[in-house]
């Protein structure tokens, strides 16, 4: 099973952010890379079971091994909660991003933004 112990959460945009003891952002999965530690070459049920953990639908759980470390992507394309919403749309338009990684001055999670929310903003819906 994966240290889950440092993950602090899976939000329904289907990433889950790793933080250390302190909420600071160390990386990022995404259910790529997940997909990826399931062997070509596994059973057709196991491929099926993560296909169904990541889109949410019942199924048994496919025994997995290793820690968030070694899945997670280092890079992980953040802005600060105080940022304008014009850095935001700059961020993601010059990194090719839907999703980008909230922090404070300290780099500590806050949350996560994604082009949906943003627009609806930016379009007065909320």
């Given at each position: 099973m994966f240290d889950t112990s440092a993950m602090e959460f899976a939000s329904p945009l289907r990433r889950v952010v790793v933080v250390d003891e302190s909420r600071r952002v160390l990386g990022i999965i995404v259910d790529a890379n997940l997909l990826a530690q399931v062997s070509p070459h596994a059973a057709p049920g196991v491929f099926r079971a993560v296909v169904a953990l990541l889109s949410h639908a019942p199924a048994a759980a496919p025994?997995?091994?290793?820690?968030?470390?070694?899945?997670?992507?280092?890079?992980?394309?953040?802005?600060?909660?105080?940022?304008?919403?014009?850095?935001?749309?700059?961020?993601?338009?010059?990194?090719?991003?839907k999703r980008l990684v909230v922090t404070d001055r300290e780099g500590r999670l806050m949350g996560m933004v994604d082009r949906q929310r943003l627009l609806r903003v930016i379009g007065g819906e909320e």
């Open positions: 025994k997995m091994s290793g820690r968030a470390a070694d899945v997670m992507e280092r890079e992980v394309f953040a802005v600060r909660h105080d940022a304008p919403l014009t850095e935001v749309v700059q961020t993601m338009l010059e990194k090719r991003v």
